[in-house]
Protein backbone atom coordinates (compact mmCIF):
# COMPACT_ATOMS: atom_id res chain seq x y z
CA UNK A 1 0.00 0.00 0.00
CA UNK A 2 3.21 2.37 0.75
CA UNK A 3 4.13 2.06 -2.87
CA UNK A 4 0.91 3.95 -4.24
CA UNK A 5 -1.68 1.49 -5.60
CA UNK A 6 -4.06 4.64 -7.34
CA UNK A 7 -3.29 7.74 -8.99
CA UNK A 8 -4.45 11.07 -7.84
CA UNK A 9 -6.70 11.24 -11.21
CA UNK A 10 -7.96 7.80 -10.33
CA UNK A 11 -8.81 9.42 -6.77
CA UNK A 12 -10.58 12.47 -8.00
CA UNK A 13 -13.13 10.62 -10.32
CA UNK A 14 -14.03 8.71 -7.17
CA UNK A 15 -13.81 11.65 -5.32
CA UNK A 16 -17.07 12.71 -8.02
CA UNK A 17 -18.63 9.54 -7.57
CA UNK A 18 -18.41 9.29 -4.24
CA UNK A 19 -20.35 13.12 -4.15
CA UNK A 20 -22.84 11.63 -6.24
CA UNK A 21 -23.77 8.24 -4.41
CA UNK A 22 -22.11 8.43 -1.36
CA UNK A 23 -22.04 11.96 0.22
CA UNK A 24 -25.86 12.04 1.15
CA UNK A 25 -25.11 9.17 4.09
CA UNK A 26 -21.45 9.39 4.59
CA UNK A 27 -21.10 12.92 4.59
CA UNK A 28 -18.64 15.95 2.72
CA UNK A 29 -15.83 14.78 5.41
CA UNK A 30 -16.33 11.00 4.86
CA UNK A 31 -17.19 10.83 9.00
CA UNK A 32 -20.81 9.67 8.34
CA UNK A 33 -22.99 9.73 11.01
CA UNK A 34 -25.48 7.73 13.10
CA UNK A 35 -26.40 5.25 10.10
CA UNK A 36 -23.66 5.43 8.49
CA UNK A 37 -19.51 4.79 9.49
CA UNK A 38 -17.17 6.99 9.00
CA UNK A 39 -15.08 6.37 6.05
CA UNK A 40 -11.76 8.17 7.35
CA UNK A 41 -9.72 7.80 10.59
CA UNK A 42 -9.53 6.14 13.32
CA UNK A 43 -13.29 4.42 13.10
CA UNK A 44 -11.99 3.34 9.37
CA UNK A 45 -8.92 1.59 10.39
CA UNK A 46 -10.94 -0.16 13.23
CA UNK A 47 -12.92 -1.45 11.00
CA UNK A 48 -10.38 -1.92 8.01
CA UNK A 49 -7.23 -2.40 9.45
CA UNK A 50 -5.42 -5.06 7.86
CA UNK A 51 -8.59 -5.95 5.36
CA UNK A 52 -7.95 -6.68 2.18
CA UNK A 53 -8.84 -3.62 -0.25
CA UNK A 54 -10.57 -6.64 -2.18
CA UNK A 55 -12.74 -7.51 1.07
CA UNK A 56 -13.95 -3.28 1.08
CA UNK A 57 -14.58 -3.46 -2.57
CA UNK A 58 -16.62 -6.42 -2.38
CA UNK A 59 -18.75 -4.93 0.77
CA UNK A 60 -18.84 -1.67 -0.72
CA UNK A 61 -20.19 -3.24 -4.11
CA UNK A 62 -22.50 -5.68 -2.43
CA UNK A 63 -24.58 -2.47 0.22
CA UNK A 64 -23.97 0.56 -1.55
CA UNK A 65 -25.74 2.58 -2.16
CA UNK A 66 -28.21 1.46 0.26
CA UNK A 67 -31.36 2.27 -2.13
CA UNK A 68 -29.86 0.02 -5.23
CA UNK A 69 -26.95 -1.69 -4.37
CA UNK A 70 -24.32 -2.90 -7.19
CA UNK A 71 -25.94 -0.28 -9.04
CA UNK A 72 -22.58 1.40 -9.97
CA UNK A 73 -20.38 0.52 -12.98
CA UNK A 74 -17.10 -1.85 -11.57
CA UNK A 75 -14.07 0.45 -12.49
CA UNK A 76 -17.05 3.51 -10.30
CA UNK A 77 -16.56 1.54 -7.31
CA UNK A 78 -12.60 0.55 -8.12
CA UNK A 79 -12.26 4.70 -8.35
CA UNK A 80 -14.61 5.12 -5.31
CA UNK A 81 -12.05 2.51 -3.10
CA UNK A 82 -9.40 5.46 -4.37
CA UNK A 83 -10.62 8.25 -3.37
CA UNK A 84 -11.19 6.72 0.29
CA UNK A 85 -7.81 5.25 0.40
CA UNK A 86 -6.31 8.82 -0.57
CA UNK A 87 -8.13 10.40 2.23
CA UNK A 88 -7.26 8.13 4.64
CA UNK A 89 -3.62 9.56 3.35
CA UNK A 90 -2.49 6.24 1.51
CA UNK A 91 0.04 7.47 -0.85
CA UNK A 92 -0.32 8.28 -4.62
CA UNK A 93 1.12 6.12 -7.10
CA UNK A 94 1.31 5.72 -10.80
CA UNK A 95 -0.60 3.11 -11.87
CA UNK A 96 -4.56 3.19 -11.10
CA UNK A 97 -6.09 0.36 -8.58
CA UNK A 98 -7.16 -2.34 -10.69
CA UNK A 99 -10.35 -3.79 -10.59
CA UNK A 100 -9.39 -7.58 -10.56
CA UNK A 101 -9.65 -9.36 -7.59
CA UNK A 102 -6.16 -11.09 -6.97
CA UNK A 103 -4.79 -7.41 -6.73
CA UNK A 104 -7.37 -6.31 -4.74
CA UNK A 105 -7.13 -9.24 -1.91
CA UNK A 106 -3.00 -8.94 -1.95
CA UNK A 107 -3.51 -5.43 -1.02
CA UNK A 108 -3.54 -5.08 2.81
CA UNK A 109 -5.08 -1.17 4.34
CA UNK A 110 -2.74 -1.76 7.27
CA UNK A 111 -1.04 2.08 8.33
CA UNK A 112 2.38 2.25 9.05
CA UNK A 113 3.82 4.50 11.86
CA UNK A 114 6.96 6.27 10.41
Not at 77 to 91: M, S, T
Request: net charge negative; with cysteine.
Amino acid sequence: MWDGVYTDAQAERGGMAYQQACVACHREDLRGDNNAPSLVGESFMFLWGDMEVGELDAKIQKLMPPERPGSLPAQTYIDIVAFILQKNEFPAGTRELGADADSLHALITTKVTK
